[in-house]
């Protein structure tokens, strides 16, 4: 069954939009793996760096509100792909990013704000990982010798999408 | 009970409804440009399904980088060209007869009430002026669309908003749906269509409706959405008049898809725009507006006019009327890109681009170009835009580059004094 997770990146802002993420000059590359070096280039954040070690290690990103807005470019999902981030955990997020990422068989997991403070209180511990269990709808969080487990819920479509790895097959054998 | 213009396209597009609340709907229209459609082309060549689910339903157009700029961007540009040409898409926009694509397809008539429109675009939306169903998606969505021209959607609920009251002199369709958006706030219509209806809105030339549609996802909205009427049909005529005897036909026909009297809204809101006058953004979220009169004197280095929101014929004839026998501040750089070539060539021969240039502009080919810092207009660090677009989000139109999103009659009197400035004075 699919788990995405690991090393946590916390991005403590509400609407960190697409252009931040991957911002529009580097559109015009061909493949995914070229977008590789360009992960949230433009976000500026206090204690955040896109070329940090941080920033390299993690494997799920946790924000607040309206995560993924602005432009539609599946290349913000891909330049996390790429960069073997599997999972987003937010408050709420723009609809078209939410869908680009089980599209491609990732995950967008939006959990109630109580809860997303309950993991931010995490972002001080060097050693706090997350691991997103899709098929339990379940996140495991741990760090400062601490844990929770915290249930979440996830559409049965989306939920469908990353089991089955993604639209496109999925489409091409039901349409 | 009655039903949402939304609701009714969804119902009479339905295709499955895997899951409850997961509706797949059959799409109509399938528009491509070669920023997002290159990667799903080559995807669906790995996958060893380089096909098309019809070929006179998908639409193309280079139009983000164009003519282009590098080889990189070239070989985006080929990838579409190349795609088009092997599946005979026969509406393909190569250079010269391309434009900004929210404003090339509607001129072309490609667009009818009561359609499914997508696009790897998220200003896709703007086509909801003609009373369809239009939402901007990410490549995997365009790829299944192109290969099977379907589009899974979560149904959206609808905002009704009535803008009632009527305009001031100097304020526009692009004043409205900034204070819209700042009321809404930039998430306040995630996963709702932006239904816009009132008074006002009957006034509105199409231009104007796309205008307001074109920014519903500045606050987060699938798509916006007007109800089609004798406006509509006046702009459609000329592709429409064998497919009806009468443009009362073609009206009692659109009628069709209209929400009921009765339709159940999540959200109603009420504004009256009487006293509305003309705003700007200041930060770098298009729900931070203020009035122009709060902004005034601020200096900037470059004005932008043009774009899918605003840069239509009526857009570069509001901002010529205040150009005319004036010129542009020392202090300022100000570019003209006109969004098609119709509209190009509409304005010459109507004379405007002779004062855009009298004043001092630069007139560049229809392209996206500035608008989202790729080409034609890339701010340097630190730099400020007044601009005619529709997101100012920090570094989108160049890294470190701060963007104050307004009118085309704001961004005139802007250009004139170098510094932003309120347009009702030179009106
Ligand atoms: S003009 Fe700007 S917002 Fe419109 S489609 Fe082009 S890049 Fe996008």
Redesign the pocket.
Known sequence: MKTFGGPALFLDRADINTDEIIPAKYLNEITKQDLQPYMLEDLKLAGFDPQGEKTREARVVVSRANFGCG?SREHAPWVFEVNDITAVIAESFARIFRQNMFNCGMAAIELPKEKIDLLFSYAGYPDTSIFVDIAAQKINVNGGGKGEVLPFELSPFDKALVLAGGWVDYADQKY | MGKTIAEKIFASHLVDEPFAGTKVVRLDVVMC?EITTPIAIDDLIARGKDRVFDTGKIKAVI??VTPSKDSKTATQAKILRDWARRHGIKDFFDVGANG???ALFPEKGFIRPGYTVIMG???TCTHGAFGAFAAGVGTTDLEVGILKGVCAFREPKTIRININGTLSKGVYAKDVILFVIGQLGVNGATDRVIEFRGPVVEAMSMESRMTLC?MAIEAGGTSGICMPDAVTVDYLWPFINSDYPTKEAALKAFKEWSSDPDAVYDRVVDIDVTKLTPVVTYGYKPDLVKPVTEMAGTPVDQVYL????N?RLEDLRVAAAILKGRKIAPTVRAILSP?TPQIYREAMHEGLIDIFMEAGFCVTNPT?GA??GMSNGVLADGEVCAST???NFMGRMGKGGMVHLMSPATSAATAIEGMIADPRKYL
Do not use: E, F, W
């Not at chain 2, 043009?306 to 929101?309: A, E, L, N, Q, V």
């Open positions: 432009s | 440009h139009d983000h900004v694509c929210h675009d998220s200003h074109n043009g774009s899918c929101t840069g969004a996206c608008c989202l677009t529709n997101r």
